[in-house]
């Protein structure tokens, strides 16, 4: 069974950095391309940022691009998105997400494997 379980969120300032973390079990990571979406309350689920198979082709939302970066480590199994000048509107529950196609989707529906997500608080 594959899980996907995310950590390293919290409560930062505005300007400040985060970084969360996806570690996946139950199967290796190295097929698939790996996602992080963020679900604000009230709003959808929105694409943020995702990696592909190998790590050489990365994929970022407009609103994300030039602060946060996605990088993987296949020997650990892990994900990770660091995030910089944090913003109040980057508050949302970040969630994890494998797909088998192998590349850095930006699409949900291309994603077979999600974790529970980790809430991140901006605070202004």
């Known amino acids: 069974q594959v899980q996907l379980i995310e950590s390293g969120g919290g409560l930062v300032q505005a300007g400040g950095s985060l970084r969360i973390t996806c570690t996946v079990s139950?199967?290796?990571?190295?097929?698939?391309?790996m996602g992080w979406f963020r679900q604000a309350p009230g709003k959808e689920r929105e694409f943020v940022a995702a990696i592909n198979w190998s790590g050489d082709n990365t994929n970022y939302a407009d609103s994300v691009k030039g602060r946060f970066t996605v990088s993987r480590d296949n020997a650990k199994n892990t994900v990770y998105l660091q995030m910089n000048t944090l913003k109040p509107e980057d508050t949302a529950v970040y969630y994890c997400?494998?797909?088998?196609?192998?590349?850095?989707?930006?699409?949900?529906?291309?994603?077979?494997?999600w974790g529970q997500g980790t809430q991140v608080t901006v605070s202004s």
């Open positions: 139950g199967r290796t990571i190295s097929p698939y391309g």
């Open positions: 997400a494998a797909t088998g196609t192998g590349w850095a989707a930006a699409r949900s529906i291309n994603y077979s494997y």
